[in-house]
């Protein structure tokens, strides 16, 4: 068997498998080889039709439209075979058809089904497919000639080779000043747009498709903002051929094109005019696109425009990547499921993602009024009250006396602080022995073990000033906030510090920030909480804007004080780079002990720490990309200190009850000034707890004068 005519074509598209193909047996009678044909068809499947003449063999395959004819040319007296086949190769259906001729010299009459079936099957691995996947490519660049979106594909090396009309319209280049062109790059000298383009080719050389929004500039000199998809074609073994690019228009009314996987601020240049192989720079002309639709009743319609919104920022959080997906998830979703994630959208909108709303019930108004005096900032600001500090806060620190050095400590003292390692360490014997200034003979034990003065750079004169001057304006009025829980914040952060796991996971820098914050981390507290002053409309409240009041204050006030007097300024001597990057840590680990952030920072350690390392096997420890990103040391940092903060509770029991105490007690003198001021009672006492707590008090009480540690006395004492 010989083929009269064929057509081979070789091209990168993907094969469409098509069964049922058809096949044209034009034979003037009825035989065994036209029989063995047939049944062959029928055994692999083909639809086969038998034409007798030439007028009914073109007409059946203009009907059809027939993959593979097979002519019978081994006798001339009934029909011109050559003339048959060009007949219907004249016709435009044909152009995609494989023609077979069966000739006796080279194919005997053979009426073996199998004979047949084979040479059908060898056909359609060889040239039936062949011609499939160049009828389907010519389908695919029909479509793509009508399409509605802008379409280039380019070599692997970025060479333009195809643009279709849509793109033509969009740019407005004709596709003869684009094809066999070169794309350019973006200006070398904008770091940031190079390191995104590297970030993008990395993407798609890795054979991953990349999408998001960018600016191109059309042939007029304007710039336009589209939505791009780019997706990589592989050959043969794998590697990379073509680069397939898909745009779309964003704006107003194509609304639709807000939804993507995932944005990114890229700039894409087309030149004015094109060089082969000629890669040039030139100046970015960047335009944010504003939000311009007008509320519309619709749901789609919002979500819409608060993309539109979105997107016109430069810098993306996070957090937008995830509005983006999930908008994205809402177009396919049913109505029900679109409703349900566009009730997550407004949740995830909101600034406190992390702060608990509690449930409140009806028939237990007071808890909702204890926890949330505790957990939020509680602003119901009654006018004309205003709350003043107590203590000066210029108060000379001059009568104080401390310690020349180290060696000059008090013996009594000294033997306390050679037990400060240990985590029972009893704080409040240092209180006494220091007559109420723990904080600054424990400031330069703790201090010359992690080297701090070394690391600044200051000498410890200017230390011992420091310390002095911090531990002045605390309050030691203040029950418990006072230099005494300073002081046992800066224990427990040494003793963390001091733990394998969270060495490795921070350098000296964050040592020393931690160090410093616990020691000035509620400095100057006036022993009322952030309600408080809201409420009371101090002038705190009024300078912070009602925000972490006291924690701003703190973090503030310790650097004025340092920067003060030169004499205590431990920071004068640091490099500027370096100290800016220790006072930031510093505010940071400072504003974490507010408790309105208190369930953002936990949950933030969870999900980017704790799962990690759980998740890792038993024996393993932390992984170095675990501990040591930036992002990670900071929520290593935040809860470091958070812990210390209240760690009282973790303290031997002894601690743990004189802490109790004296916090309740701070409570309580805030609740007695909140009646006497007329202001709302943060954390109501409710009479029909008195009873109970007082009770309850006098039991632990009593307990703790009988020296007993566990939760009961003894029988014969009860």
């Known amino acids: ?26 034979f003037a009678k009825e035989d065994s080889q036209s029989d063995g044909f047939w049944w062959a068809c029928d055994r692999a499947g083909y639809r086969c039709n038998i034409a007798r003449t030439p007028e009914s063999a073109l007409e059946c395959f203009l009907d059809k439209h027939h993959e593979i004819i097979i002519i019978d040319s081994r006798n001339s007296r009934y029909f011109d075979a050559e003339s048959v086949c060009r007949s219907i190769r004249a016709t435009k259906p044909s152009e995609h058809t494989v023609i077979l001729a069966i000739v006796p010299q080279i194919f005997a009459e053979n009426n073996s089904i199998m004979a047949c079936y084979n040479e059908l099957i060898q056909l359609e691995h060889g040239e039936v497919r062949s011609q499939f996947k160049l009828r389907t490519c010519n389908s695919l660049f029909t479509a793509l000639e009508h399409c509605q979106e802008a379409v280039e594909i380019t070599s692997e090396d970025h060479v333009i080779q195809y643009v279709n009309p849509a793109f033509e319209r969009m740019m407005g280049y004709h596709k003869g000043e684009l094809i066999g062109k070169e794309l350019t790059e973006l200006p070398k000298s904008d770091k940031n747009r190079a390191d995104l383009l590297d970030t993008i080719n990395m993407c798609i050389k890795k054979g991953k498709e990349w999408q998001g929004i960018y600016y191109a500039r059309r042939k007029a000199g304007d710039n336009i903002q589209q939505h791009v998809k780019i997706t990589p074609v592989t050959g043969q073994g794998g590697k990379i051929r073509h680069f397939v690019s898909i745009k779309r228009l964003c704006g107003e009314n194509q609304k639709q094109l807000w939804v ?53 920022m430069t810098i993306e959080a996070p957090i937008t990547k995830v509005i983006n997906i999930i908008n994205a998830a809402q177009e396919n979703s049913p109505v029900t499921v679109a409703e349900a994630l566009d009730r997550v959208l407004e949740i995830l909108r909101t600034t406190e993602l992390y702060s608990p709303q509690l449930g409140t019930k009806d028939d237990d108004p007071h808890t909702s009024d204890l926890v949330g005096g505790l957990m939020t900032d509680g602003l119901r600001r009654l006018s004309g009250n205003e709350y003043v500090f107590s203590k000066n ?18 013996p009594q003292i000294a033997q306390l602080l050679d037990m400060e390692e240990q985590w029972d360490f009893n704080i409040f014997e240092l209180e006494t022995a220091t007559h109420k200034r723990p904080l600054t003979y424990l400031g330069l034990k703790i201090f010359a073990q992690f ?100 924690e701003s204050h703190h973090a503030a006030l310790a650097f004025q004080l340092t920067g003060r007097d030169n004499k205590c300024n431990i920071f004068k001597n640091m490099e500027r780079t370096q100290f800016r990057a220790l006072r930031q840590s510093i505010i940071d680990m ?11 920072h936990v949950s933030k350690f969870v999900n980017s720490i704790n799962k990690p390392i759980a998740s890792e096997s038993s024996d393993c420890d932390c992984p170095a990309s675990i ?22 509770p973790c303290r031997p029991l002894e601690l743990c009850i004189e802490w109790a105490g004296r916090i309740s007690e701070e409570y309580f003198a805030q609740t007695d000034e909140e009646k006497r001021q007329g202001l709302p009672v943060v954390m109501p006492v409710l009479p029909n707890l008195i009873q109970h707590l007082a009770e309850n008090y006098k039991y632990w009480k009593t307990l703790d004068e009988m020296k007993f540690k566990g939760l009961r006395p003894p029988q014969d004492l009860s």
């Open 393 to 410: 806060m210029t108060d000379s620190h001059s009568q104080m006396v401390v310690p020349i050095t180290l060696n000059d400590i008090p």
């Open 260 to 312: 993507i996987g995932e944005a990114c601020d890229y700039i894409f240049l087309l030149p004015d005019s094109f060089r082969h192989k000629d890669r040039r720079k030139e100046s970015v002309d960047v335009r944010s696109i504003a939000s311009r639709g007008s509320e519309a009743p619709s749901l789609q319609n919002r979500r819409y425009s608060s993309m539109a919104r979105i997107h016109s």
């Open 590 to 600: 400072v504003l974490a002990t507010e408790m309105t952030r208190h369930f953002e």
């Open 1 to 26: 068997m010989t083929k009269v005519f064929s057509q081979s074509c070789h091209i990168k598209c993907r094969t469409i498998v098509e069964k049922n193909k058809r096949v044209l047996l034009v």
């Open 451 to 550: 080297r701090v003065c070394e690391f600044l750079s200051c000498s410890e004169a200017s230390l011992r000033s420091w310390l002095q001057v911090i531990e002045a304006n605390y309050h030691a009025s203040n029950s418990y906030h006072n230099s005494t829980h300073a002081a046992d914040v800066l224990h427990a952060t040494a003793h963390f510090l001091r733990k394998e796991r969270v060495k490795g996971s921070l350098d000296q820098l964050d040592e020393v920030a931690a160090l410093i914050a616990a020691t000035v981390h509620d400095v100057d507290h006036p022993g009322r909480t952030n309600s408080f002053l809201c409420n009371a409309g101090s002038e705190l409240a009024i300078l912070y804007n009602d925000t972490a009041v006291l």
């Open 627 to 648: 501990k040591n990103s930036p992002e990670n040391r900071l929520l290593i940092k935040r809860m470091l200190i958070k812990c210390a903060d209240v760690a009282n």
